[in-house]
């Protein structure tokens, strides 16, 4: 079968289960199954029988909805390649603006303490760690399984963050910077959700509310920074405001959506 072949038939298939972007869909996963970039598949002709079949598994798992991160068990962020399943959200863009805000907030200390609230696959305390070097960065989750992901692209990666099962307590041991991506769907607007969401990523790392403000209430911590859902931003940066916080901050992601608040503990 051709290349264009392939690509065409997993399209079609991946449209009809209603893959938001099929034919992109389509591309990552051929490219994934040949060892090459998406550019890369205009320089392939064929496939062979054992690659046609693989191609055809996982566009199958991506028309069950499976996420395309899961399927391909690797995604990307910011220049890290971290693995990725059942066991953790999938890394998101918007995260990266997170990532960034932190790295502002720190930039010219030379070995601060920093707390990542609720680790999941590792990846804003990975990208602190590659990103600031001397930092002491630990991460903590209450799920063994998220801790397992993070363990391992931990060691994929190379760098040193120390990992370790704790809640929101952790956040009381005192901390130059304390950074969390926590639960914030209401159960109530689970089913709203495309169903790579709400049936394949953890709901444990999905659902909750009132997190940000109890974070706000136990943290010690000179700076606190927090990712929020959709119209979340002004009651939690108010909540921080009440709180005690100072110079809190609204930051929008590249989407422009209300996606960071930040504030600095008086």
């Not at 590792?122 to 397992?148: F, H, K, N, Y």
Request: with cysteine; hydrophobic share 45%.
């Amino acid at each position: 079968m051709t290349v264009a072949a392939a690509l065409e038939r997993a399209a079609r298939a991946l449209e009809e289960r209603g893959a938001p972007t099929p034919e992109v869909d389509a591309e990552w996963l051929l490219a994934h199954v040949l060892g090459t970039s998406r550019s890369g598949l205009r320089l392939r002709d064929g496939l062979s029988a054992e690659e046609e079949a693989r191609f055809e598994g996982l566009v199958a798992r991506r028309a069950r909805r499976e996420p395309l991160a899961y399927v391909l068990g690797e995604w990307g962020f910011r220049g890290l390649t971290l693995r990725t399943d059942r066991r953790a959200l999938v890394p998101r863009p918007e995260t990266e603006t997170v990532v960034e805000r932190c790295l502002a907030l720190l930039a010219g200390r030379e070995a601060p303490r920093v707390l990542d609230v609720g680790v999941g696959s590792g990846a804003i305390a990975l990208a602190l760690a590659q990103e600031l070097p001397g930092a002491r960065v630990t991460g903590v989750d209450v799920s063994e399984e998220a801790l397992s992901l993070a363990r391992e692209n931990a060691a994929a990666t190379r760098l040193e963050v120390e990992l370790r099962r704790a809640g929101l307590e952790a956040a009381a041991e005192g901390w130059d910077l304390v950074v969390s991506n926590p639960p914030y769907v209401a159960a109530e607007e689970l089913a709203a959700l495309e169903p790579e969401v709400r049936e394949w990523e953890p709901r444990g790392a999905l659902v909750g509310q009132g997190l940000h403000e109890e974070l706000a209430r136990v943290a010690r911590t000179e700076w606190l920074v927090l990712e929020v859902g959709d119209g979340q931003a002004a009651p939690v940066a108010s909540a921080l405001g009440e709180t005690g916080y100072r110079d809190v901050r609204v930051t929008r992601d590249l989407s422009g959506r209300a996606r960071v608040v930040e504030g600095r503990r008086a």
